[in-house]
């Protein structure tokens, strides 16, 4: 059995160590792989995405677990849903709903809730241990609709303009929004465009870095699907002054693409 984790824990605190060892305890011969643990902190938007880029790449019958805000409501329930033959397990904090928008299937809840982090880790722990001797049913669990989260950002629309805004920043500061190929092709429409970033313009997309000179902006889609904004050999994010989106921030910082 393969577990990928996804958190917001970061590597400072014990947080890992302790979600592995209760897993552990009751699946002893899993494969646990560190799908990411360094979600910005209740981030929403970019724990989804890191989800949503991954998931597809690991074989049918793989368990998603993810660890991200497990504390949102109190008590805590335990979420699970089945996506292209695998299984994602998380919270009732909005995820599945944003990450899986519009082909979210049926979503089931375990009747138990719980008040703590470490109740929860051992919930799911339990339930894991029991889909497995189950053959992966769900069938006997009570079906939910699970929460919207107010911040669910998608791009946003405007005559023949799209607002986007930063949903991820790579180790190497190349700057991910929140816009697929597809949505911006069905949009474009073969329309040409230009893509306004703080002061600068870029008008085509790229297939790679080196397509442009180093030092010089670009933007392509990467393997995920998601535009991607990066400068060849150099630090979109910090030359740029591109930031994560966040919801509390009194001005957003929006990436505008205009179709001509």
């Known amino acids: 059995m393969i577990i990928t984790l996804l958190s917001d824990f970061g590597y400072q605190d014990n947080f890992i160590a302790v979600a592995k060892g209760v897993l552990l305890q009751e699946l002893p011969v899993a494969r646990l792989i560190d799908l990411n643990h360094e979600v910005e902190p209740f981030h929403l938007l ?3 995405y890191l989800l949503k880029s991954a998931y ?15 504390m949102h409501r109190n008590p805590a329930a335990l979420l699970v849903t089945k996506v292209d033959e695998q299984y994602i397990i998380t919270a009732d904090n909005g995820l599945l709903p944003l990450t899986f928008d519009g082909t979210l299937g049926t979503v089931y809840m375990l009747e138990k809730t719980v008040t703590t982090y470490l109740e929860w880790l051992h919930l799911a722990a339990g339930f894991i241990a029991k ?10 669990l009570p079906t939910v609709e699970p929460k919207v989260h107010p911040s669910q950002l998608q791009a946003v629309v405007k005559d023949n303009a799209i607002e986007c805004q930063v949903i991820h920043i790579d180790r190497y500061e190349n700057v991910v929004i929140n816009i697929t190929r597809d949505k911006f092709e069905a949009l474009r429409m073969g329309r040409k465009f230009r ?4 002061r600068d313009t870029v008008t085509r997309i790229s297939n790679d870095y080196s397509d442009v000179p180093v030092s010089d902006k670009l933007c392509l889609f990467n393997s995920a699907g998601y535009m991607e904004i990066a400068i ?3 630090k979109a994010s910090s030359l740029l002054g591109l930031r994560l989106h966040n919801e509390r921030q009194l001005i957003y910082q929006n990436i505008k ?4």
Not at 195 to 198: E, G
Not at 257 to 260: A, D, M, N, Q, R
């Open 46 to 48: 970019q724990c989804s």
């Open 56 to 70: 597809a790449n690991f074989p049918a019958g793989t368990i998603h677990l993810s660890l991200f805000d497990i």
């Open 131 to 140: 889909l497995e001797r189950s053959n992966y049913h769900l069938g006997n």
């Open 195 to 198: 893509i306004q970033i703080v």
């Open 232 to 234: 060849n050999q150099g």
């Open 257 to 260: 693409i205009e179709f001509l």
